[in-house]
């Protein structure tokens, strides 16, 4: 969340096999964004629906916290999602 540049120990992500990928949607055509749409409204957000996917929420505050919340998010000290409550 600091730019383009880090350190990370990728005995983990070796041990586990796992692939590490990037993307932006920036490039892509109109035609290209559009079917990533369809693609995640068909197949991604019916399994949140029925949790079968969850968020990692990190912190929740009022709407009137806003600046406590902003300060959070910039500090890059949070893992997960920040949220806004509206009452």
């Not at 055509?29 to 949140?48: F, N």
Request: net charge positive; with cysteine.
């Amino acid at each position: 969340m600091q730019g383009s540049r880090c350190e990370i120990d990728f005995t983990p992500i070796m041990l586990k096999r796992l692939h590490v990928t990037g993307s932006t949607l920036r490039p892509r055509t109109i035609a290209e964004k559009a079917a990533i749409r369809e693609q995640l409204a068909r197949d991604i957000w019916p399994a949140y629906c029925a949790g079968k996917l969850k968020s990692n929420i990190f912190a929740t505050f009022a709407l009137e916290q806003v600046a406590e919340a902003h300060r959070l998010m910039e500090s890059s000290k949070h893992i997960g999602k920040i949220l806004l409550q509206v009452s």
